[in-house]
């Protein structure tokens, strides 16, 4: 039997032997069926179709690097990856939800098929090309995710954090505008304040980081500085 048939023929097989791996993984402990599959039958009919579509020496090696065909559309694999990153997976979870599906498949059909034809060996070869492209999907998507929410996250801290940190700076006007005050804390108010501009700067750089990463670019603004005074005045405040 052709690995492309017995996947099809044995889908439910392959799925519980997948659902039960996925229940083994702490995000999913308690998840239902649906959760525990996810779009693992998708991924598979992706697979056996490609096991079934003439393929080039070239197409061969590319697959083998994950550097398939491109599709307009979203893959199963991509999906597969977005949900589980939604579900709280790590990467490494996501790979293990790969090797295990690999293993799987090839365990149930080597019960049932003596392989050692070449093209028992061919399908062998073929499929693991296939799981690889899939993973390569998989984890391309699940890292450009990851990666977004990450900056993200920084550009909203980075926003969050000007409110409190422009109370600061006001307060610390107001401490120097107050010449009742004695030297010592009127020092004080303006160590405050130029700490406070210098954080500024830092949350505008990290907003700066976010957006760049985001897809707008990091706004560039050379000037010529002291670099002297910006050392003295570094160990001083140290």
Not at 132 to 142: I, K, L, N
Not at 147 to 159: K, S, V
Not at 209 to 229: K, M, N
């Amino acid at each position: 039997m052709k690995l492309s048939s017995f996947i099809v023929g044995n889908l439910e097989c392959i799925l519980q032997e997948w659902e039960d791996f996925a229940s083994t993984l702490e995000p999913l402990v308690n998840a239902n069926k649906k959760e525990l599959r996810d779009h693992a039958a998708a991924v598979l009919k992706a697979v056996a179709a490609d096991l079934e579509t003439p393929q080039a020496e070239h197409e061969s090696i590319a697959k083998s690097k994950g550097l398939g065909p491109q599709t307009a559309a979203d893959t199963a694999a991509e999906i597969h990856a977005a949900d589980r990153l939604a579900a709280g997976f790590t990467g490494e979870q996501v790979m293990a939800e790969y090797r295990a599906l690999r293993s799987s498949v090839l365990r149930l059909w080597a019960r049932q098929v003596e392989i050692t034809t070449a093209g028992d060996i061919q399908d062998m070869i073929r499929f693991n090309e296939a799981i690889d492209q899939a993973q390569t999907e998989s984890m391309a998507r699940y890292a450009k995710m990851l990666r977004e929410a990450q900056n993200l996250f920084l550009a909203i801290l980075g926003h969050d954090v000007r409110t409190p940190l422009g109370a600061i700076s006001m307060g610390a006007q107001v401490l120097l505008q107050d010449q009742s005050l004695p030297a010592k804390a009127l020092k004080v108010g303006l160590r405050i304040f130029n700490s406070s501009k210098r954080m500024d700067a830092i949350v505008r750089d990290l907003l700066d980081f976010s957006t760049s990463h985001l897809g707008d670019g990091i706004p560039v603004d050379p000037s010529t500085v002291d670099l002297a005074e910006i050392c003295i005045n570094v160990v001083e405040e140290a």
